[in-house]
């Protein structure tokens, strides 16, 4: 099992970019695929964004995609999310998060039942 910590949050004007990382503790993350979720106020966590645990392949959700990059660096046992063009409708706690299985990897269809470790979040909060 992985330990997985945040950071990089904050607070933006729309329109800005943020880079959220997140490094991790233990020994499987180089087999592990990782995601980002985000919980909205109000609203259920939801997916963002994945990569598989060799940085082969990747998804995002339709309401990310072409603005938000998933990347990693097994070597240093990070995964990043960089965030460009910020919402409003962005502004929610991002989590990252392992799959509870090695050597898995299932694009966009990671829900919270498939995850392994979660971290402990990062408020990323967006205004007009």
């Known amino acids: 099992q992985v330990q997985l910590v945040e950071s990089g949050g904050g607070s933006v004007q729309a329109g800005a970019s943020l880079r959220l990382s997140c490094t991790s503790s233990?020994?499987?993350?180089?087999?592990?695929?990782m995601a980002w979720f985000r919980r909205a106020p109000g609203k259920e966590r939801a997916f963002v964004a994945a990569?598989?645990?060799?940085?082969?392949?990747?998804h995002y959700a339709s309401s990310v995609k072409g603005r938000f990059t998933i990347t990693r660096d097994n070597s240093n046992s990070m995964v990043y999310l960089d965030m460009n063009a910020l919402k409003v409708e962005d502004t929610a706690v991002y989590y990252c998060?392992?799959?509870?299985?090695?050597?898995?990897?299932?694009?966009?269809?990671?829900?919270?039942?498939?995850?392994?470790?979660w971290g402990q979040g990062t408020q990323v909060t967006v205004s007009s």
């Open positions: 998060a392992a799959d509870s299985q090695t050597n898995r990897y299932l694009g966009t269809y990671y829900e919270p039942r498939y995850i392994g470790s």
């Open positions: 233990g020994t499987s993350f180089r087999d592990s695929s």
């Open positions: 990569i598989s645990w060799n940085g082969n392949s990747f």
